[in-house]
């Protein structure tokens, strides 16, 4: 699977958008572009993916480059309960929640009030 | 959607004592799980991949015969931390999905070693 760079940490006002970029400069053609979040000392929690689209569902919207070197996932209206690490991860294949999933460091997002 | 539920989720045990952590798919079936384990401030690092009805598959450096696992029915695997000490303590995460889901997560079980 394709190796991500994310910033370590990042700060959000509460009630503003915040946005967590990721580069995977050496995405291949098979690979999608996932993102995990977790809430301390809880389980992940799967947010969103995609291949190519830009992709918008109830918790966030991801938007890929062109070139789909990096992403960037987008939290609409940050609140205080999106405080949490933020995993982009990218890996072969559709949803298959059967495989693995490796993670990286992720982005420390603290929503601010 | 699909819940992955983990029992129990914290548990405080004697050094040299077994510990057994249990992960349920709640309404899917679920051939493969796997385990993960994060120490403080670190990421979920894999240990293991339970498979239905055969041996699990473990991580480079992972003990198989301290951290023993089984898969006996589809929607229950178990992690056993065998002999524990203050090393293993740690939060321990298990996941499962099916190939038309993405992975959900247990919500972890938190293990300290007195």
């Known amino acids: 699977d394709a190796k991500t760079t994310q910033p370590t940490s990042m700060d959000c006002a509460e009630g503003r958008a915040a946005n967590l970029p990721c580069n995977h400069s050496t995405i291949s053609g098979n690979e999608y572009v996932y993102w995990y979040r977790q809430i301390h000392s809880q389980g992940p929690q799967y947010i969103i993916h995609g291949l190519k689209n830009n992709e918008t569902n109830e918790m966030a919207s991801l938007i890929i480059t062109e070139d789909r070197k990096s992403s960037t996932l987008i939290l609409p209206h940050a609140t205080l309960r999106d405080t949490a690490v933020y995993y982009c991860?990218?890996?072969?294949?559709?949803?298959?929640?059967?495989?693995?999933?490796?993670f990286g460091t992720g982005t420390k997002l603290q929503v601010i009030p | 959607g699909a819940v992955v539920s983990q029992h129990p989720s914290w548990v405080i045990c004697k050094s040299g004592t077994s510990v057994k952590i249990e992960c349920r798919s709640l309404?899917?079936?679920?051939?493969?799980m796997f385990w993960y384990r994060q120490f403080p401030k670190q990421s979920l690092m894999l240990m293991a991949t339970s498979n239905e009805g055969s041996k699990a598959t473990y991580e480079q450096g992972v003990e198989k015969d301290k951290f023993l696992i089984n898969h006996a029915s589809l929607t229950l695997s178990t992690l056993t931390v065998t002999s524990a000490h203050p090393e293993d303590s740690s939060f321990y995460i298990c996941?499962?999905?099916?190939?038309?889901?993405?992975?959900?997560f247990g919500q972890g079980t938190r293990l300290t070693v007195v």
């Open positions: 309404d899917f079936q679920a051939t493969t």
């Open positions: 996941s499962a999905g099916t190939a038309n889901t993405e992975a959900f």
């Open positions: 991860i990218v890996r072969v294949g559709g949803p298959g929640g059967y495989q693995k999933v490796t």
